[in-house]
């Protein structure tokens, strides 16, 4: 099973921006979907982002749209979670999930298996 170590989280104004990074190991990082998820607090972990094993295909939640880029490094292991133009509501702990991409689904949180431990986005005001 793949594992997933996020890093690149931290404190920025409203208006900033961040990347986001997950490193994987222990699977073959081309065979699977990745995505991003977040989990602010008193909330339900939420979708965010989703990107095929090609990355020729994303998908994003309707919230985050024109401001968050995923993408992926297939010679590095390594998705990416640009964001921009950050609002308050951003903040969360960030999670990537990653799930065979010969299994289906793109957001929901029960379609992937394998997660990393987060990482905190905090957006001031």
């Known amino acids: 099973q793949v594992q997933l170590v996020e890093s690149g989280g931290g404190l920025v104004q409203a208006g900033g921006s961040l990347r986001l990074s997950c490193a994987a190991s222990?699977?073959?990082?081309?065979?699977?979907?990745m995505a991003w998820f977040r989990q602010a607090p008193g909330k339900e972990r939420e979708f965010v982002a989703s990107?095929?094993?090609?990355?020729?295909?994303?998908y994003y939640a309707d919230s985050v749209k024109g401001r968050f880029t995923i993408s992926r490094d297939n010679g590095k292991n390594t998705v990416l979670l640009e964001m921009i133009s950050l609002k308050p509501e951003d903040t969360a702990v960030y999670y990537c999930?990653?799930?065979?991409?010969?299994?289906?689904?793109?957001?929901?949180?029960?379609?992937?298996?394998?997660w990393g431990q987060g990482t905190q986005v905090t957006v001031s005001s």
């Open positions: 999930a990653a799930r065979p991409s010969y299994s289906s689904g793109f957001r929901r949180e029960t379609d992937f298996g394998s």
């Open positions: 222990g699977g073959t990082f081309t065979t699977y979907t």
């Open positions: 990107i095929t094993s090609s990355g020729r295909s994303t």
